[in-house]
């Protein structure tokens, strides 16, 4: 699946001289006197030269105090998506797709992802990976069932489309969960979408509420880092402000949203 691109990414990481830590909870990030921030985390504190910010603006609003970010609320919050995923491991494939898109309310999730018909099974040790993934609402009940109770509903659901199924080829079946994935984009989603506004020259944000008129895949992503990378790649790498700069400033601009959107 994606463990060749996050692989690369850590790599590269670790050679730019980079840590990368797992399960830290974030309480809190202040300024930091004489410039920077102060991120306290786990019952530390520790300071940093530059903080990026890719959480949602409910966790934002949550750690970050006003003297950092603003936020103008829009009219109206922003729901995000949260997914249940079913990663199945077999010995032939599923289906010969890399994508089939479900509408039957008898089947639990809502896709089949052929991984293998796009990655080689070579990267796969000879089997074949399959996920299939079920979108709710971030606070629905079915994210909080335990992995036993998700691994029979979805099993019941395989039987249902795929009744000639061995259980015999199913080398395994694990479950994975995140709670808020993506924005739901309604109707005029942009004007609900809150207006953020970073006021400290060492604080930036970049998050999925900025794709405006733009679904969340690989693609939108990079191109939102470019863009970002445009913008400050100057200021992260430690250069001073342009003589008269001002402080404040908005959110990175994105195809298809107002600027300072996120």
Do not use: W
Not at 195 to 213: G, M
């Amino acid at each position: 699946g994606y463990r060749a691109v996050f692989a690369r990414l850590e790599e590269l990481i670790r050679a730019a001289g980079g840590d990368i830590r797992l399960g830290v909870t974030v309480e809190r990030i202040e300024p930091r006197p004489g410039g920077g921030l102060v991120v306290a985390h786990d019952q530390r504190r520790e300071a940093f030269d530059k903080v990026i910010f890719t959480s949602p603006v409910s966790v934002l609003q949550h750690v970050a105090g006003r003297e950092l970010v603003g936020v103008a609320n829009g009219q109206g919050g922003v729901e995000y998506l949260g997914v249940v995923c079913g990663v199945l491991v077999t010995r032939k494939p599923l289906v010969p797709y890399y994508i089939v898109n479900i509408a039957d309310g008898r089947i639990p999730f809502t896709g089949v992802i052929g991984m293998s018909n796009l990655v080689s099974p070579q990267e796969l040790a000879g089997y074949h990976l399959t996920y299939l993934p079920k979108y709710v609402l971030s606070d629905d009940p079915f994210l909080r069932q335990t992995d036993d109770e998700l691994r029979r509903v979805f099993g019941e659901g395989l039987r249902v489309m795929f009744p000639d199924l061995d259980a015999a080829g199913i080398q395994s079946l694990h479950v994975n969960r995140a709670f808020k994935v993506q924005p739901l984009q309604v109707l005029n989603y942009s004007t609900l979408v809150p207006r953020v506004t970073t006021r400290h020259e060492d604080f930036f944000v970049l998050n999925t509420a900025q794709f405006v008129n733009a679904t969340l895949n690989n693609n939108e992503v990079a191109r939102a880092v470019d863009e970002f990378l445009s913008d400050y790649g100057d200021r992260l790498e430690g250069h001073a402000l342009a003589a008269g700069a001002p402080a404040a400033r908005q959110a990175p601009r994105l195809r298809g949203s107002t600027v300072g959107h996120t």
